[in-house]
């Protein structure tokens, strides 16, 4: 593994593609034999800890969702170092009280994307984690605090729906994902969490609620206006809450269980595995 360039990942969601406050800061464009990341990382000081920053949609917003290599982002922070992901996402209400410009961190998810790449094994290694926890507890709560720190809003847990996108939902669909038991919804939080948890990293969400979706009566269906208006008021919360947030982080990942995630999952007898697939493979299972 190369030298460590930072120890905590950002993950730039809608309407965060940048952080003006970093400082000292390193462009590094990196190539991953799952390809490109969505843009180059950004590796910088912030409050005094060092952090690398992605934006996901790249900058400008150039990627769609089902577009964004979710394999290649995740890679790319693990061989800079990372251990810990913040992901910062747009999200949409599908409860009464979590309403627009509040912060939900997820504790649970759904996943009903359907097009995307959505695991680094394969090619001849079979591999299984265990996904019951989808975010890491230890990591959300402190995300939780910070953002309370700069006083925001916060929702503590609650079940993210991830949908494929790019159109927002139809209000059947809407009813639906409410029946079962859904918080919010969003287009980016699967793969990137189970990847991230193959990779043995810390993951969790800060959700910016930006509208309510189209379910509810009385107010206005979730539109690109509406959602880009939220989005910019949304965006200097993260960055003071991110500022809280990263001296909070311990050094140490001794209290969660997501280090040690592959520590069982390749079932495939190690004769049979392709050497180029350990190759591949052997900075996620290092």
């Known amino acids: 593994m190369a030298e460590v360039k930072a120890r905590v990942g950002v993950i730039g969601g809608s309407g965060v593609y940048e952080i003006e406050s970093l400082e000292d800061v390193e462009e590094l464009r990196i190539t991953t034999p799952f390809g490109d990341p969505s843009d ?6 912030l409050n005094g ?10 900058r400008g917003h150039r990627i769609l969702p089902t577009e964004v290599n979710s394999r290649a982002n995740i890679y790319a ?11 910062i996402s747009a999200c949409g209400s599908l409860h009464e009280d979590i309403g627009p410009r509040d912060v939900v961190v997820p504790d649970q998810l759904i996943d009903f994307t ?3 790449e959505y695991t680094f094994f394969g090619d001849g290694m079979v591999g299984h984690i265990s996904f019951a926890e989808p975010f890491c ?3 959300s709560e402190l995300v939780a605090r910070a953002v309370e720190k700069v006083g925001g809003k916060v929702h503590r847990g609650g079940t993210f729906m991830v949908i494929e996108g790019p159109r ?16 919010i919804i969003g287009m ?15 993951y969790a969400a800060m959700a910016h609620v930006t509208d309510y979706d189209v379910w509810h009566e009385s107010e206005e269906p979730v539109s690109v206006e509406m959602l880009l208006e939220n989005l910019r008021a949304n965006a200097d919360l993260t ?5 809280e947030l990263l001296p909070m982080i311990p050094g140490a990942r001794n209290d969660c269980e997501c280090a040690r995630a592959t520590e069982f999952a390749v079932i495939t007898d190690p004769k049979r595995i392709p050497e180029e697939t350990k190759r591949r493979l052997a900075l996620i299972l290092k």
Do not use: D
């Open 239 to 243: 960055k003071r809450a991110l500022a």
């Open 77 to 87: 922070l693990k061989s800079l170092g990372v251990e810990r992901i913040v992901s």
């Open 49 to 58: 800890v060092r952090a690398a920053f992605l934006p996901r949609h790249g």
């Open 40 to 45: 180059v990382i950004v590796v910088g000081t």
């Open 188 to 202: 980016t939080a699967s793969p990137e969490a189970q990847l991230a948890r193959e990779a043995g990293i810390c």
């Open 168 to 183: 927002f939902s139809t209000k059947a669909e809407s009813a639906v994902y409410r029946q079962w038991g859904a918080h």
């Open 137 to 139: 507890p230890v990591l």
């Open 114 to 116: 359907k097009k995307r």
